[in-house]
């Protein structure tokens, strides 16, 4: 199906829209070392000291604020977002070391993913830890993700949770702090 056909199928008015997704898209790519095609759908906040942003092919939605900020030149922050993520509105990530989203995950609106916990308390030092967040995980809405979390292959985090321990794969979690409600049935046993 050539181009053409494919704007005369979708229609006009959206294939503008999708046009206008990855131009501004387009707009956001200095800001990152490596990108793929990225659709952004509003506006988006990039705020980088000593840091690095590898992103695949992506979708921003309005609001989304990206901090890194790392220790030195030497030992730059690195935030990695694998291919066909979407990332929903006001979601915030706040990188001092590393964050790592896989490919496939739906990130909804208003989510918070920080490797930092930006103060120590009483005298102990302030908590950098990796945050891994596995292939074709789902977050709901509101999920806080805490340091040192590692959320497994194809997990669903229920709306409202709090991360504050690494999830299993093929795992359904909710709460503050998230527990786990039930296993998924990985998908080689689904497909037979």
């Known amino acids: 199906m050539s181009h053409f056909e494919k ?6 008015r ?17 800001r990152f070392e490596k ?3 990225i659709q952004v759908r509003g506006r988006i906040r990039v705020i980088k000291r000593h840091a690095r942003i590898h992103v695949g092919k992506c979708v921003f939605w309005n ?3 990206l901090d890194l900020e790392g220790p030195s030149r030497d030992r730059p922050a690195l935030l990695e977002i694998g291919d066909f993520t979407t990332i929903g509105d006001r979601t915030e990530i706040h990188v001092a070391q590393h964050v790592s989203i896989g490919s496939r995950c739906r990130i909804a609106w208003d989510c918070v993913i920080l490797d930092r916990d930006y103060h120590g308390i009483q005298g102990n030092p302030e908590r950098v830890d990796p945050v891994v967040i596995e292939d074709d995980v789902w977050l709901g809405c509101r999920v ?10 194809s997990s669903i985090v229920g709306a409202g949770s709090v991360v504050t321990r690494s999830i299993e794969p093929y795992s359904i979690v909710a709460g503050n702090p998230a527990r786990l409600i039930r296993p998924l049935a990985a998908a080689s046993e689904n497909n037979p």
């Open 63 to 65: 609001g989304i604020k």
């Open 14 to 30: 959206e294939s503008l829209h999708k046009l206008g997704y990855y131009l501004r898209g387009l707009a956001y790519r200095h």
């Open 144 to 153: 806080i993700v805490l340091p040192g979390v590692r959320i497994g292959k």
């Open 7 to 12: 704007l005369k199928q979708a229609g006009v």
């Open 35 to 37: 990108c793929g095609w």
